[in-house]
């Protein structure tokens, strides 16, 4: 009778349950407070705030799965667009939300 097998770790038999470090930045040089918000927090700002980088940066690192994520920064209170994404959708407030894709190999992608 042979021993069992040894159970491989989830994110090896499953590489979509894998969490992966997505980097979130925004410029916004006199803003007091950054955040973001979207598919990924349920749409609260305040579940992922961005911390000042220097030169009017801000930056916030997340744990993200691999799938399709919409999201808004939110600065000083006031929604705003993502300029660098390079997709974005329809929202259902006549705005538009920026769209993240989180491939199964992506690592340390900077937004």
């Not at 000042?52 to 000083?76: I, K, N, T």
């Not at 929604?79 to 705005?95: E, H, I, K, L, M």
Request: charged fraction near 20%; charge should be negative.
């Amino acid at each position: 009778m042979k021993p069992p097998q040894p159970i491989q770790p989830i994110a090896e038999r499953f590489p979509a349950l894998e969490e992966q470090e997505i980097i979130f930045t925004c410029y916004a040089p006199a803003a007091g407070v950054v955040q973001v918000a979207g598919t990924f927090n349920d749409w609260l700002p305040e579940a992922n705030p961005l911390e000042p980088a220097g030169h009017g940066q801000w930056v916030a690192r997340l744990m993200l799965r691999s799938g399709q994520y919409e999201y808004r920064f939110v600065v000083d209170g006031i929604w705003t667009d993502d300029p660098r994404a390079p997709q974005s959708a329809v929202n259902p407030f006549g705005g538009l939300n920026s769209v993240l894709k989180v491939g199964l190999d992506d690592r340390n992608e900077l937004l």
